[in-house]
């Protein structure tokens, strides 16, 4: 946002220190940085100058006997028009408080002592004191997953706005003397060019001071000597403690803390004793008020999304799978899969785990849809339904029996949608979006065409035969079933052909390619292991070439222990396959002991990238079924 000063803070030392009395400036230094804390309304300069004019408007004596009082502390200002719409009058010999308009004219603000309530059933129009709310998290930063024992869902967010100066948050090793250390280092994958950032490591046990309050110290520190080469047009090369005092670095993060309602500690014994012991006394008198409340706001702005890096959603990336985040609920219900991510980083903690199996289980039980719309319809029974769905054992034992059908085939079984449906969308098989509904989004109007229409789906575990010209797989036979042997030469369009060796170590089970018939032919070789199925094998095999080529790794990816070596991990390959493996019909079982705990324990495995993990699935599922994934044939 980059939004430039409306008001002057040097205006805040400058009427602060025209006060002689000492004890009537620390009441009013406390009391103005408590209402620029309150009205989050308002940016900080233009808060502290509407709380000026009050503070003026009421006199330090009342200040000194009701300043606490909600009439005195939270006077609420607004415009004639917002208290209008809140079904209030404005008294019009009232004074009002005056800001500048972004078009220069003044906009005049009255309290709510100022006006007279006339329709008390009028609603809520504005909101005085709004939780501030970060913006959503760039595709490309980093999400901070490994703090989700200890942060919030909105906390990480703010964390993830870091990028924009340069900036990462991340576990020390547990030995580590110092709480906290900052080491700079190249650092890839941040949004827009490769940059060298500094990483704030934070020692796992915090001493009792809690992640958020480390986080603001650092920020402070870093916004500080932004600010002031902001000031002298000239990176400050002088130590910080050269160019601030702890209590001016106290107060900034106070206010920021205040504000945002991130962090639950002051950052300082310093800030503590003026705040909450000598409230007596003013402030030193090097303080800078300026440069604390101007802190305060770049902090804020960088928690938020508003910080100094590019304004990213109107920027073209060159990675054009990651575009702008749809706003449009209807858009993200046709395309869940690539904002799976996103949705699961909002679902509360204590409820990730009901949430992640719902969907797991609606995925796995209903291959009547495609992989892509099951996420999309299983999300928005959870968002419809919410937990009494996802709890309620005979529903969550029912989730392949769910009756959802477009509006024609509702229509041909003697039914019309009603008037006050809520359909579910999801995307279609050639494009678009197609439209669900819910037996009880519908009404019968043919009773006989209902009667004879009611009966189950198939269990739809389809595929397409394998055209004369594929390959036989001689080499499987007896190892698979015939069902089996036709998933997988159905996979043969892929451009491998799986084929089953003997003697051979996992580091030997690198592609290799032949000539048959005057064709070249890559083959993936198998062997037969006791711990695990050829089919098995198989399926685990082109799930990491699946993955290598959605992550556009596979041409550089190294070969090692029997797969290619890609960002995806172990656990993320295992959970598609297993996916998939449901939704094909097969009884295939977890090997690694996260993948058993999340499937027959519902414990939601940590840092997996689901959006990854149910595309990887729809790949794999529409392959070993005989449709080319990306396609629509």
């Given at each position: 946002?980059?939004?430039?000063?409306?008001?002057?803070?040097?205006?805040?030392?400058?009427?602060?220190?025209?006060?002689?009395?000492?004890?009537?400036?620390?009441?009013?230094?406390?009391?103005?940085?408590?209402?620029?804390?309150?009205?989050?309304?308002?940016?900080?300069?233009?808060?502290?100058?509407?709380?000026?004019?009050?503070?003026?408007?009421?006199?330090?004596?009342?200040?000194?006997?009701?300043?606490?009082?909600?009439?005195?502390?939270?006077?609420?200002?607004?415009?004639?028009?917002?208290?209008?719409?809140?079904?209030?009058?404005?008294?019009?010999?009232?004074?009002?408080?005056?800001?500048?308009?972004?078009?220069?004219?003044?906009?005049?603000?009255?309290?709510?002592?100022?006006?007279?309530?006339?329709?008390?059933?009028?609603?809520?129009?504005?909101?005085?004191?709004?939780?501030?709310?970060?913006?959503?998290?760039?595709?490309?930063?980093?999400?901070?997953?490994?703090?989700?024992?200890?942060l919030t869902v909105r906390e990480r967010l703010m964390l993830s706005h870091l990028w924009q100066i340069g900036a990462v948050v991340g576990w020390d090793a547990p030995e580590e003397e110092t709480l906290t250390r900052v080491v700079a280092e190249e650092y890839r994958g941040l949004p827009g060019p490769d940059i060298l950032v500094r990483r704030l490591l934070i020692r796992p046990d915090t001493g009792g001071v809690d992640v958020m309050t480390l986080v603001l110290r650092f920020l402070a520190e870093t916004a500080w000597l932004m600010v002031l080469g902001r000031h002298l047009g000239e990176v400050v090369e002088e130590p910080l403690a050269e160019v601030s005092t702890p209590l001016e670095l106290g107060l900034a993060v106070e206010v920021t803390r205040r504000r945002t309602g991130v962090g639950r500690q002051y950052a300082n014994m310093d800030a503590y004793r003026f705040l909450e012991e000598e409230t007596g006394l003013p402030a030193p008198e090097e303080l800078r008020w300026w440069l604390v409340f101007e802190v305060a706001q770049l902090m804020e702005d960088l928690l938020l999304g508003h910080g100094p890096g590019e304004d990213w959603d109107e920027e073209d990336w060159e990675d054009e799978d990651w575009e702008d985040e749809a706003d449009d609920p209807e858009e993200i219900h046709a395309d869940t899969l690539r904002h799976l991510d996103r949705l699961m980083a909002e679902v509360p903690e204590e409820k990730e785990d009901l949430v992640t199996s719902w969907l797991r289980d609606f995925v796995c039980d209903n291959p009547r849809f495609s992989t892509e719309q099951a996420v999309a319809l299983g999300w928005q029974l959870y968002e419809r339904f919410g937990d009494m769905m996802a709890e309620n054992p005979r529903l969550r034992g029912r989730t392949g029996d769910l009756e959802l059908r477009t509006e024609e085939e509702w229509t041909v079984r003697g039914r019309r949608v009603r008037d006050d449906a809520c359909p579910l969308y999801a995307p279609g098989s050639h494009g678009g979006v197609v439209a669900f509904l819910l037996s009880s989004d519908t009404e019968v109007v043919d009773t006989l065409g209902a009667l004879i229409s009611d009966e189950t789906d198939s269990d739809f575990f389809h595929h397409r035969a394998p055209t004369e010209d594929t390959p036989e797989l001689e080499s499987l036979h007896g190892y698979v079933s015939d069902y089996e042997l036709d998933l997988l030469r159905?996979?043969?369009?892929?451009?491998?052909?799986?084929?089953?060796?003997?003697?051979?170590?996992?580091?030997?089970?690198?592609?290799?390619?032949?000539?048959?018939?005057?064709?070249?032919?890559?083959?993936?070789?198998?062997?037969?292991?006791?711990?695990?199925?050829?089919?098995?094998?198989?399926?685990?095999?082109?799930?990491?070439?699946?993955?290598?080529?959605?992550?556009?790794?596979?041409?550089?990816?190294?070969?090692?222990?029997?797969?290619?070596?890609?960002?995806?991990?172990?656990?993320?390959?295992?959970?598609?396959?297993?996916?998939?493996?449901?939704?094909?019909?097969?009884?295939?079982?977890?090997?690694?002991?996260?993948?058993?705990?999340?499937?027959?324990?519902?414990?939601?495995?940590?840092?997996?990238?689901?959006?990854?993990?149910?595309?990887?699935?729809?790949?794999?599922?529409?392959?070993?079924?005989?449709?080319?994934?990306?396609?629509?044939?």
């Open positions: 946002m980059n939004r430039p000063a409306a008001v002057n803070l040097a205006m805040v030392d400058d009427r602060l220190r025209s006060i002689d009395a000492p004890g009537t400036r620390a009441l009013l230094e406390r009391w103005m940085l408590t209402f620029a804390c309150t009205h989050t309304r308002f940016p900080i300069d233009e808060a502290l100058l509407l709380g000026w004019q009050w503070g003026q408007r009421c006199g330090h004596e009342t200040i000194a006997t009701s300043g606490r009082e909600p009439w005195c502390a939270r006077p609420m200002p607004a415009t004639a028009a917002e208290w209008s719409a809140d079904g209030c009058v404005v008294d019009p010999d009232t004074l009002p408080l005056v800001l500048e308009g972004e078009d220069g004219e003044l906009v005049e603000y009255h309290v709510l002592y100022d006006t007279v309530t006339v329709e008390e059933e009028r609603s809520v129009y504005v909101d005085h004191f709004p939780e501030l709310e970060p913006l959503d998290q760039h595709p490309k930063a980093d999400g901070h997953r490994e703090f989700e024992d200890v159905n996979v043969t369009r892929l451009g491998i052909r799986p084929e089953v060796v003997y003697g051979l170590e996992p580091d030997d089970l690198a592609l290799w390619s032949d000539e048959e018939e005057g064709q070249e032919v890559c083959y993936m070789p198998l062997v037969v292991d006791e711990d695990r199925s050829v089919m098995r094998m198989a399926m685990d095999r082109v799930m990491n070439i699946l993955m290598a080529d959605l992550l556009g790794e596979f041409e550089e990816a190294e070969f090692s222990d029997g797969r290619f070596v890609v960002s995806s991990t172990l656990l993320e390959e295992e959970l598609a396959v297993l996916i998939a493996a449901r939704r094909l019909g097969l009884e295939e079982e977890p090997v690694l002991d996260e993948a058993w705990d999340f499937f027959f324990g519902d414990v939601p495995p940590a840092d997996v990238r689901w959006g990854l993990v149910y595309l990887a699935a729809a790949n794999l599922d529409h392959l070993m079924r005989g449709y080319c994934w990306n396609s629509s044939d």
